[in-house]
């Protein structure tokens, strides 16, 4: 598995093959998004809200996100923040690790998730935190099977959905 950090072109557009991709990837998720409440239709994610919420995303520049492929398919979509706006958070955050639910349970999202904790290492991190939507049991169980520890539990900030925080201590490779 190779990840690659997403670019928009010069217009800011997502090449439409790409965009495909990325929305049926996000399509495979239905649970997840009828929880979250990111897509007005769980049952119709349209490219173009795909194309908006990566915009949206990208519109911060301590954000990057991270598209995995495994032989040339999209497998996989991380999306992580550098500096959390809150100044007394140190740590960066992945705000989203997603892989293709016709592929869960096959490594890739413990393969993912360890290749962005490698990424993060190698900037010199040392902990990286996230948030798991409270009723995401399955999230939940994923990622303390990867050695995440409960931090906290409280709103996540953009809507203020209960969460439970995750941190991890990052060791020297």
Avoid at 18 to 36: D, F, M
Avoid at 56 to 75: C, F, K, T
Avoid at 149 to 169: M, S, Y
Wanted: charged content about 25%; proline content about 8%.
């Amino acid at each position: 598995m190779i990840i690659q950090p997403l670019r928009l072109s010069a217009d800011h557009d997502l090449p439409a093959p790409l965009l495909t991709e990325l929305t049926a990837l996000y399509a495979s998720h239905r649970a997840y998004h009828a929880l979250s409440g990111d897509f007005r239709d769980p049952d119709d994610i349209r490219p173009e809200q795909v194309a908006t919420a990566l915009a949206g995303e990208l519109a911060n520049p301590d954000v990057e996100v991270l598209l995995a492929r495994a032989q040339g398919r999209l497998v996989g979509i991380a999306i992580t923040l550098a500096r959390h706006p809150d100044p007394a958070d140190p740590d960066p955050w992945i705000g989203l690790l997603m892989v293709d639910a016709a592929l869960q349970r096959q490594g890739y999202g413990r393969r993912l998730a360890v290749l962005v904790e490698e990424r993060l290492r190698a900037e010199g991190r040392t902990a990286v935190r996230l948030a798991v939507l409270d009723g995401n049991t399955r999230g939940l169980a994923f990622w303390t099977s990867l050695g995440y520890e409960t931090f906290a539990h409280r709103p996540d900030l953009q809507k203020g959905r209960p969460c439970t925080v995750l941190r991890k201590a990052l060791r020297p490779a």
